[in-house]
């Protein structure tokens, strides 16, 4: 059995909204009291007050206040959870001597969503035919949402969001996803910037899959909405038109990236039985250049608009999409090891390895027997050799191949 996240969108009345915005006011008032709570007893004792300690005090909280009695219990546990998770974070972040970011209090603009863990007290009924489902929520009633689940499943939890007047719920759903199992092709594929992906069959059979730069295209779009928001008075009317003008935006460009992915993925799964890519640390890659005071970095610039360009092709999104829908065919996902195996500087033909071999970002030449090829399918093809077991020089495309025993 696996999880599977689904969005759907909801369609509330004004009398539903209102319930839906004190619920979330309630979850917010309730985080904030627990984090007063436990500042005021590290400051009395020396000591953090727990998760346990806090969650047991909800009894006595729904005691005396009947708006909370109302709220599902195992809601409100979540809520303290939330915060729970975000002091161990603090600590970690302590002990590894990074920037701590103390856990702080939480306006309505800050708190955009509760959760919902169990599903007695709430219910998503799918339209049989259309695209289309009813919320039902204790104490709010049914609410029309549009979306669809492409798996069927036991509902295990879900999360109702609010951003800018609009309503959102994420649900959880354990189910057996499967796809239909034609493909018997085996590929590598190498990801990057110039082109978003390059697939390799063999040494002469390359696809590259060009690189929407969703960023690049709506970044003068971009740059207006946020002069406009400037502009604004904050917590005024035009702001909050400005805010939600600006969301919209940056949830259009994310959707468009998460469908074109979506389709890429699919498409990878239904032409392939074994897929090769070469692990990817997207943390390092797209690390900050500045550095300290004491020791400036170089090149600042340059490299934050490349870790923009990083981002923007939003790679770790797209390997897991690629692995679970090959996963799901009965197909096997390889990711092989960067450091060890260093596909970017493999020559396929005599297996020299040197950085040398890369004379610029787009081209590969061998400086030890002269092959010459585009760097990505090189990267992809040596994936796909090592994920193959076979002996460098006899991979698909080269003479006479043989499995390495």
């Not at 998460?258 to 890519?277: C, E, F, G, N, R």
Request: hydrophobic share 30%.
């Amino acid at each position: 059995m696996e999880k599977r996240k689904y969005t759907f969108k909801l369609y509330p009345n004004k009398a539903q909204q209102e319930g839906l915005l004190g619920m979330l006011r309630l979850h917010q008032q309730l985080y904030n009291a627990a984090l007063e709570e436990r500042i005021a007893c590290y400051r009395k004792t020396g000591q953090c007050i727990a998760y346990n300690d806090q969650q047991a005090s909800l009894t006595q909280i729904r005691e005396e206040d009947e708006a909370y009695r109302l709220l599902p219990c195992t809601s409100e546990r979540m809520t303290l959870r939330r915060l729970d998770k975000a002091f161990k974070a603090f600590y970690r972040r302590v002990k590894k001597g990074e920037t701590p970011g103390f856990p702080r209090f939480k306006s309505l603009n800050r708190f955009p969503s509760f959760e919902l863990p169990s599903s007695k007290s709430w219910s998503l009924t799918p339209h049989p035919k259309k695209n289309k489902a009813t919320f039902t929520l204790k104490g709010i009633g049914k609410v029309s949402s549009k979306g669809k689940a492409k798996h069927r499943g036991e509902l295990k939890t879900s999360q109702v969001m609010h951003r800018h007047g609009t309503w959102w719920l994420s649900v959880t759903i354990e189910c057996e996803p499967e796809r239909k199992a034609t493909a018997r092709k085996a590929c590598g594929i190498d990801w990057g910037i110039a082109h978003l992906a390059t697939m390799t069959e063999s040494l002469d059979k390359r696809t590259h899959v060009p690189n929407p730069r969703y960023y690049q295209s709506g970044k003068a779009k971009l740059a207006e909405i946020q002069q406009t928001l400037s502009r604004k008075k904050r917590g005024s009317n035009s702001w909050r038109k400005a805010c939600k003008w600006l969301t919209t935006f940056k949830r259009k460009e994310a959707n468009q990236r998460k469908d074109h992915h979506h389709k890429l993925s699919a498409s990878i799964s239904d032409q392939y039985a074994l897929v090769a890519m070469e692990k990817l640390k997207i943390k390092n890659m797209s690390r900050s250049a500045k550095g300290t005071p004491e020791k400036p970095g170089k090149n600042v610039k340059a490299k934050s608009g490349l870790n923009r360009e990083i981002l923007d092709t939003a790679p770790a999104m797209l390997m897991g999409m690629i692995r679970y829908k090959v996963e799901e065919t009965g197909g096997e996902f390889v990711e092989t090891p960067t450091t060890k195996l260093k596909p970017s500087q493999r020559c396929p033909k005599c297996d020299h390895v040197s950085k040398k071999n890369r004379p610029s970002q787009a081209e590969f030449c061998c400086t030890e027997c002269g092959y010459e090829n585009n760097a990505d399918a090189v990267g992809a093809y040596n994936s796909l050799v090592w994920a193959l077991g076979l002996e460098p020089g006899t991979g698909p495309g080269c003479n006479n191949p043989k499995p390495l025993i």
